[in-house]
């Protein structure tokens, strides 16, 4: 098929993929990949693995994670209201008031997340953080058995999958962490093969991300790449408030975030830096002292050793309804990796 990037990118936008519930998004990921990749398949985790030149002496593996951060429906009550569990990391101050789908056997449920309105809560109520177990959803049921009719405990339930485009090139919505990330791994391996690469390159749509990394460290084990990239959001610090000091200077559009410390190897980062000096492509520079809270955390210390980088999207907003980033910090992205999977040859080393 030929290939539509705009139109991949509003497919992963509307497609449920709550950590462990990613089937839905990974089908998308695989109908595009299967127009330019060849193998491309699905482990029994449900990381689906796309690939070019698989016989290459050097495998490179590209991870992006596909999850998002959403629900789990976990008690029905006598009413037919729907009690949850999160998935993820979650302000609960973003659910308040929220619409919501819960995603069942037979399709989306709409719902609303309700709590006691401000004119029933009491003086000390006030006061307080509103707290998960002060929250429901409604799906409109007049009791358990009607709602049950329709729910099970255990599906899985997001905000309502959607994006708004902004002025100057920006995309807002829910799942932008971290569907940009596979957006730019699939999207680098399709101009790379343009490229005539030697090596074997892998863009891998990884599950799980959001409870512990867990999809990463199956598929790294499983490739065995000598070099991998883990390609995720990052904070923006264009934002009132931001504390530059700590998280250094981040801006939509001003391009992918190169990161620098100890969970990224030190030629991989060099080599990104050359080739976006060679390229044209504008890219900006953070630290990162610890081991990054993505899948290059796992990445790195997959068997033996990876050399590892990371390439990251600037978001802001991060973990809420209205994630927001740059299209042009995505194109730039996936430009800059098809460069750097088609400059690899397997006399390069990476030993710092």
């Given at each position: 098929?030929?290939?539509d990037?705009?139109?991949?990118l509003?497919?992963?936008?509307?497609?449920?993929?709550?950590?462990?519930?990613e089937?839905?998004?990974?089908?998308?990921?695989?109908?595009?990949?299967?127009?330019?990749?060849?193998?491309?398949?699905?482990d029994?985790?449900?990381?689906?693995?796309?690939?070019?030149?698989?016989?290459?002496?050097?495998?490179?593996?590209l991870?992006?994670?596909?999850?998002?951060?959403?629900?789990?429906?976990?008690?029905?009550d006598?009413?037919?209201?729907?009690?949850?569990?999160?998935?993820?990391?979650?302000?609960?101050?973003?659910?308040?008031?929220q619409?919501?789908?819960?995603?069942?056997?037979?399709?989306?449920?709409?719902?609303?997340i309700?709590?006691?309105?401000?004119?029933?809560l009491?003086?000390?109520?006030?006061?307080?953080?509103?707290?998960?177990?002060?929250?429901?959803?409604?799906?409109?049921?007049?009791?358990?058995?009607?709602a049950?009719?329709r729910?099970?405990?255990?599906?899985?339930?997001?905000?309502?999958?959607?994006?708004?485009?902004?002025?100057?090139?920006?995309?807002?919505?829910?799942?932008?962490?971290?569907?940009?990330?596979?957006?730019?791994?699939?999207?680098?391996?399709?101009?790379?093969?343009?490229?005539?690469?030697?090596?074997?390159?892998?863009?891998?749509?990884?599950?799980?991300?959001?409870?512990?990394?867990?999809?990463?460290?199956?598929?790294?084990?499983?490739?065995?790449?000598?070099i991998?990239i883990?390609?995720?959001?990052?904070?923006?610090?264009?934002?009132?408030?931001?504390?530059?000091k700590?998280?250094?200077?981040?801006k939509?559009?001003?391009?992918?975030?190169?990161?620098?410390?100890?969970?990224?190897?030190?030629?991989?980062?060099?080599?990104?830096?050359?080739?976006?000096?060679?390229?044209?492509?504008?890219?900006q520079?953070?630290?990162?002292?610890?081991?990054?809270?993505?899948?290059?955390?796992?990445?790195?210390?997959?068997?033996?050793?990876?050399?590892?980088?990371?390439?990251?999207?600037?978001?802001?907003?991060?973990?809420?309804?209205?994630?927001?980033?740059?299209?042009?910090?995505?194109?730039?992205?996936?430009?800059?990796?098809?460069?750097?999977?088609?400059?690899?040859?397997?006399?390069?080393?990476?030993?710092?």
């Amino acid at each position: 098929m030929d290939a539509d990037p705009r139109q991949f990118l509003d497919q992963l936008l509307t497609s449920p993929g709550v950590s462990g519930y990613e089937q839905p998004v990974q089908a998308v990921v695989r109908e595009y990949a299967s127009g330019f990749a060849q193998p491309v398949e699905t482990d029994v985790h449900g990381n689906v693995f796309a690939g070019i030149n698989p016989e290459g002496k050097v495998r490179i593996m590209l991870a992006g994670h596909c999850d998002q951060i959403g629900l789990l429906v976990s008690w029905i009550d006598d009413a037919g209201f729907l009690f949850f569990q999160t998935v993820g990391g979650w302000d609960p101050q973003q659910l308040v008031g929220q619409a919501v789908d819960v995603w069942t056997a037979g399709g989306p449920v709409p719902g609303v997340i309700g709590r006691k309105p401000i004119h029933l809560l009491d003086e000390n109520e006030r006061k307080q953080v509103a707290s998960l177990k002060s929250m429901w959803i409604d799906i409109g049921s007049r009791s358990r058995d009607e709602a049950a009719s329709r729910v099970r405990v255990g599906d899985s339930v997001t905000l309502p999958l959607q994006s708004r485009e902004l002025a100057n090139s920006l995309l807002a919505g829910p799942a932008l962490d971290n569907r940009c990330g596979v957006w730019v791994v699939m999207e680098a391996l399709r101009r790379s093969a343009l490229l005539t690469p030697t090596a074997a390159i892998w863009a891998v749509s990884t599950v799980q991300e959001e409870i512990g990394l867990r999809g990463a460290q199956t598929a790294a084990y499983h490739l065995a790449p000598q070099i991998g990239i883990a390609v995720d959001v990052t904070h923006a610090t264009d934002f009132p408030d931001s504390d530059r000091k700590q998280q250094g200077q981040i801006k939509l559009g001003g391009g992918p975030v190169i990161q620098r410390g100890p969970n990224v190897n030190p030629r991989i980062a060099d080599r990104l830096f050359e080739l976006a000096a060679e390229k044209d492509i504008p890219v900006q520079l953070a630290a990162l002292g610890r081991a990054a809270s993505n899948d290059s955390n796992v990445l790195q210390i997959s068997r033996s050793g990876v050399a590892t980088g990371i390439v990251a999207i600037p978001n802001r907003y991060m973990h809420s309804g209205v994630e927001t980033v740059s299209l042009d910090d995505l194109e730039h992205a996936a430009n800059l990796l098809a460069a750097f999977c088609a400059s690899i040859t397997a006399d390069q080393s990476f030993v710092p």
